[in-house]
């Protein structure tokens, strides 16, 4: 959480940076735990390099999108979050 709070200025402590550092990892591991749903949805014969290539790629692409949301000051703040979380 500490890093990825660096990259986007807001604080780590918060129930919204620990679910975005969640749904990070998420979009990482469902390669590994479902690889054979997504071999078959991406027409691929094998997870090789280039594959591989191609997700780390997309990931940055997300990773990079998601700082620039968070530095603009678009995402939700963390007391909306809180509101929700309470209704």
Same mark, same amino acid.
């Given at each position: 959480? $500490?890093?990825? %709070?660096? %990259?986007?200025? !807001?604080?780590?402590?918060?129930?919204?940076?620990?679910?975005?550092? =969640?749904?990070?990892?998420? $979009?990482? /591991? &469902?390669?590994? *735990?479902?690889?054979?749903?997504?071999? &078959? $949805? /991406?027409?691929?014969? !094998? =997870?090789?390099?280039? $594959?591989?290539? /191609?997700?780390?790629?997309?990931?940055?692409? *997300?990773?990079? %999108?998601?700082?620039?949301? &968070?530095?603009?000051?678009?995402?939700?703040?963390?007391?909306? &979050?809180? !509101?929700?979380?309470?209704?």
């Amino acid at each position: 959480c $500490q890093l990825l %709070a660096i %990259a986007t200025g !807001e604080r780590a402590d918060t129930c919204a940076m620990r679910a975005l550092v =969640f749904t990070l990892i998420g $979009q990482t /591991m &469902h390669f590994k *735990n479902c690889q054979a749903v997504v071999l &078959h $949805q /991406m027409g691929w014969c !094998e =997870f090789g390099p280039k $594959q591989a290539g /191609m997700v780390i790629d997309t990931l940055k692409d *997300n990773l990079r %999108a998601i700082i620039a949301y &968070h530095r603009a000051g678009k995402a939700m703040s963390p007391q909306k &979050h809180l !509101e929700l979380l309470d209704t």
